[in-house]
């Protein structure tokens, strides 16, 4: 199984930036697939989930408005869109891959996770 994230990068705020998360060694489409956020200093949270038709999506109240997570299953990779990007939303992102439906914004219910890739926002 491999999780590879990219995208991350330096960022003033107000910008844009598009995260990937390619996925293999699994079924991707039957997976519930999440993007989680960690910090420095900090504990990693929830930050956007997408059912396996990318019918339903899930986001934090922080990032409601400004992300968008989305999915294309013929590629096995998941994307988050991060628009007016804040100093705050500087961490660490990791994409992860859930079996169960149940319990999608806790870090618990993921089986499998990516190395993360870093993002800057500057003030």
């Given at each position: ?74 590629k096995n990779t998941v994307y988050l869109r991060m628009n007016s990007l ?38």
């Amino acid at each position: 199984v491999q999780l590879q994230a990219s995208g991350g990068g330096l960022v003033q705020a107000g910008g844009s930036l598009r995260l990937s998360c390619a996925a293999s060694g699994f079924t991707f489409s039957t997976y519930v697939m999440g993007w989680f956020r960690q910090a420095p200093g900090k504990e990693r949270e929830f930050v956007a989930a997408i059912r396996w038709s990318g019918g339903s999506t899930y986001y934090t109240d922080s990032v409601k408005g400004r992300f968008t997570i989305s999915r294309d299953n013929a590629k096995n990779t998941v994307y988050l869109r991060m628009n007016s990007l804040k100093p705050e939303d500087t961490a660490v992102y990791y994409c992860a891959a859930a079996s169960s439906t149940i319990g999608i914004t806790k870090r618990g219910t993921y089986d499998y996770w990516g190395q993360g890739t870093l993002v800057t926002v500057s003030s």
